[in-house]
């Protein structure tokens, strides 16, 4: 046994706590955000399932899926689109935001794949009965996006991330293979579902009629545990595939594990000794390790699942009939994938968390000009935003677009990004009452609306600057004389600051001015409100 390596092997793991239906019941004040998230699961191992197969009528469906792993370039096209099921009593703002989701559609009409791994595509956005058109470009350097009504196009630097790579050790190049590592593992292991099958067909791909095997498999929400199971029991006696795997990654995180960040992680777990050069040894136990706590995951499988569905029960859902992944592959014979269909329909839980009884999913795409000669359409970035450079503010976001582009309308009246509101308590938050005026903090107010604040110490001016609509206000310490927009005018009350240097300023007025409307009701409660 190499010196370090035994706690791996100790059952039950000393240093690794395992999740158990005690560990749930504790966490009573998270459940509802978690059990959110426990949906996603299923939805990605349907994803997976169908990652792997084993052969179907004497065709390899493996080596059909791993078929693409060798493509260098090559040409595309996708769709997606999305269909919300409303659930039963919803109200008419849920049901708004679900049509809206209903109409949200992708299309890529020419998405091109370059030898180098630049990439770039054209297409539109569909939304609610607009199309927006778009361009996006991404190579080693840059990630660059334009859009139809843009003043100029968005990037995103990415120059820094290959040298912060380097700069602990990892390789772009072995976390490729590290990929196709992981591909063929998977792709291996995976059990085949209940309902799959391979014809021959002759389908049309970008105008050409092409001979190809149709690959179908559909996959349920209640087959999902039980492949799920067998995937594990395949891994734990795929010794090779597993030490394979663990070699790969090895040899990719060894210079991440050498450094000294990693090193005091693993002395704190007492596993300080291992002898990382020491590759020889060190994999096998990292091996017996990995596959002891798969066998121990299949032990308590069964008992950890009705665990599941006794502390989740809306799960069941998720996990039934109704949920189901559909996936049509159309392979050609140099085993690529030249077309694919995939639907998705997950239901879920009617239980009033969420006012969605199921969603579906869909994807077309069709694929050519694979290996040959594709050049990507570059996007130039002189003089384009820099994302990072950004304030990302209603205002800022909308300055970026012409005001008469149907981008700039969805952005403004469909998805209402400038519109604000808050509920003040003037028992409970801090205002001030001078005469009639209602007084309150010029930060707040501010922020609550975008606007800018400079201050003048030399000259104790404020200047607000609001973000949507660039309206100036100048104000003055202990004065009640303002000029919006060059003109003029009285405030009801003096500009004033508190003992700890908060300067308060009159609301109605002043939101007025940012503007945004200002009611109270007749409990007093104030109403900040703008579109």
């Known amino acids: 046994m190499v010196k370090g390596l035994s706690r791996f ?34 939805i990605l191992a349907l994803l997976l399932v169908l990652a792997g197969c084993q052969a179907v009528s004497g065709y390899d469906v493996n080596k059909a899926l791993l078929g693409n ?53 054209e297409g539109t956005l569909g939304f609610k009965q607009a199309s927006i058109p778009f361009a996006f470009y991404m190579n080693k350097t840059v990630l ?14 990415l120059q820094g991330y290959d040298q912060e790579l380097s700069a602990v050790g990892l390789d772009k190049d072995k976390a490729e ?31 050409e009629q092409l001979n190809l095997m149709k690959l179908h498999a559909e996959v349920t929400g209640d087959e999902l545990p039980s492949l799920l199971k067998a995937f594990l029991k395949s891994i734990s006696k795929d010794t090779e595939g597993f030490t394979q795997l663990i070699d790969g990654l090895y040899d990719y995180l060894l210079p ?23 590759k020889e040894d060190v994999v096998p136990v990292l091996h017996d390790a990995a596959k002891l706590a798969v066998d121990a995951a299949l032990l308590v499988y069964d008992k950890q699942l009705d665990k599941l569905y006794q502390s989740t029960p809306e799960i069941k859902t998720v996990l039934s009939k109704d949920t189901k992944l559909q996936v049509d592959l159309f392979v050609d014979s140099a085993l690529h994938v030249r077309k694919q269909n995939v639907s998705l329909n997950v239901a879920l839980p009617n239980d009033g968390s969420i ?21 990507a359409d570059p996007i130039a970035v002189d003089g384009a935003l820099n994302i990072t450079e950004m304030r990302f503010t209603p205002g800022s976001i909308l300055s970026n677009f012409d005001a008469s582009s149907t981008v700039y309308r969805v952005l403004k009246d469909d998805l209402g990004i400038t519109k604000k509101s808050a509920v003040i308590d003037p028992k409970l938050y801090d205002t001030v009452v001078k005469g009639k005026t209602t007084m309150i903090p010029l930060r707040y107010l501010a922020g609550l609306l975008d606007a800018q604040v400079k201050w003048d110490a030399a000259s104790k001016k404020i200047t607000v600057i609001d973000d949507v609509y660039g309206t100036t ?59």
């Open 473 to 531: 206000i100048v104000l003055k310490a202990g004065s009640a004389n303002a000029v919006i927009d060059g003109t003029k005018v009285k405030l009801p009350e003096p500009v004033i600051f508190d003992k700890y240097g908060r300067g308060y300023v009159p609301l109605r007025i002043v939101a007025e001015a940012l503007h945004a409307e200002v009611k109270v009701d007749d409990e007093g409660l104030i109403y900040i409100t703008r579109d």
């Open 177 to 207: 293979s590290v990929g196709k590592l992981v591909s063929q593992f998977v792709v291996k292991n995976l059990p085949n579902p209940s309902a799959i099958s391979v014809t021959p067909v002759n389908e049309a791909v970008y105008g």
């Open 69 to 121: 792993l060798d493509v260098k370039s090559a040409e595309e096209s996708v769709s997606f689109s999305l269909n919300a099921v409303p659930a039963s009593g919803i109200s008419a703002e849920d049901q708004k935001t679900i049509d809206l989701i209903n109409s949200l559609t992708l299309n890529v009409s020419h998405l091109k794949l370059q030898d180098n791994g630049d990439i770039s595509a």
């Open 355 to 375: 006012p969605i009884r199921s969603i579906s999913f869909k994807s077309e795409s069709q694929i050519w000009n694979i290996n040959g000669p594709v050049k």
């Open 256 to 278: 991440v594990l050498k450094q000294e960040s990693t090193s005091a992680l693993l002395e704190q777990y007492g596993l300080s000794d291992i002898p990382l050069d020491n």
């Open 9 to 42: 092997t100790e059952y039950p793991f000393p240093e690794i706590i395992a999740l158990n239906a005690n560990t749930i019941e504790k966490r009573d004040s998270m459940e509802h955000v978690k059990k959110r998230a426990r949906w996603l699961l299923p």
């Open 144 to 157: 660059a996006l334009n859009v139809e009504g843009a003043k100029k196009p968005f990037y995103f630097p």
